[in-house]
């Protein structure tokens, strides 16, 4: 395991200490809380969104999260993530030495998640599509591109109406290492 892993499995354990069942909503979804909820169907799906951006300046893009909870199983959550992210100027080692490229990403994953009261925890699972460009008009420059798997997992405490997150999420392709993220957020909906 890896040392972020632990980091993470830890935070989440401490966040749920000291918590009572009864101040948690239970109508957003253990992965929701950060993105903006769309629109909810007649259905009880639940479709969310929220902006991505990296604070190293080199991503930008979004990302569209639907779910529902199953009727007969009231603390599972199901969903979907659909994310879009355009990297510029992104440094890469390649086989014949470093170059920069500009990135473009379409991934989507199947995310799952339980609610123990104001607790929830996820994990995701799924695919990214990637192209790169290379920057320069050199000759020698490659092109790159391919499918890699995304994981991810993440913990989600409501407190009242404070809502904290944690996630992380990691692209097994060593090129898009720059996308692998670890998240941490607090924030007062109102």
Known sequence: MQPSSRLAIALSSILALGVLPTQADSTVPAYGGMAKKLVQLDNGMI???SDVD???GYTSGFRLTAGFTP???PRLDLGAEFSYRESDDVPVSLADGQQLLDTTS???SLVAGVRFGPLGLYAKSGLAEW???PIGDDEQLQEGGGT???QGFGARLQLRHLVSRLEFEEIEDPTM????LMTASVHFPF
Not at 177 to 180: D, G, P, R
């Open 47 to 49: 479709v969310q969104g």
């Open 54 to 56: 990296t604070p190293d």
């Open 71 to 73: 009727q007969h199983l």
């Open 106 to 108: 379409l991934g989507g």
């Open 131 to 133: 192209q790169g460009n």
């Open 148 to 150: 890699t798997r995304v």
């Open 177 to 180: 290492n720059h996308l692998n």
